[in-house]
């Protein structure tokens, strides 16, 4: 049974747009703040955006304005639209739960941005 599953990644070229999905299982899903990470070679996993069920969402500073996040309660999924990638955006993405215990992390999805 899948409990976090992220797709949608792929090499885009700087300025390009991706659309992540994440599918999680209700246990995560509901109830939850859910939040898109990243990590690239060498770093710590950083949060990027989170998303409460109320609507309300936040972003890291550096992709305020380019990316957006959104869920599907119905469907116990949230996305993340990122539009102006730029190649410091090159990483693998996860999603996962946010101001809670994390719940095991999926294999993530390869966002890579390069001409």
């Known amino acids: 049974q899948v409990q976090l599953a992220e797709s949608g990644g792929g090499l885009v070229q700087p300025g390009g747009s991706l659309r992540l999905s994440c599918a999680a299982s209700?246990?995560?899903?509901?109830?939850?703040?859910m939040g898109w990470y990243r990590q690239a070679p060498g770093k710590q996993r950083e949060l990027v955006a989170a998303?409460?069920?109320?609507?309300?969402?936040h972003y890291t500073d550096s992709v305020k304005g380019r990316f957006t996040i959104s869920r599907d309660n119905a469907k116990n999924a949230v996305y993340l639209q990122m539009n102006s990638l730029k190649p410091e955006d090159t990483a693998v993405y996860y999603c996962?739960?946010?101001?809670?215990?994390?719940?095991?992390w999926g294999q993530g999805t390869q966002v890579t941005v390069s001409s």
């Open positions: 998303s409460w069920s109320s609507g309300s969402t």
């Open positions: 209700r246990n995560i899903f509901s109830g939850n703040a």
């Open positions: 996962n739960v946010y101001l809670s215990s994390f719940r095991s």
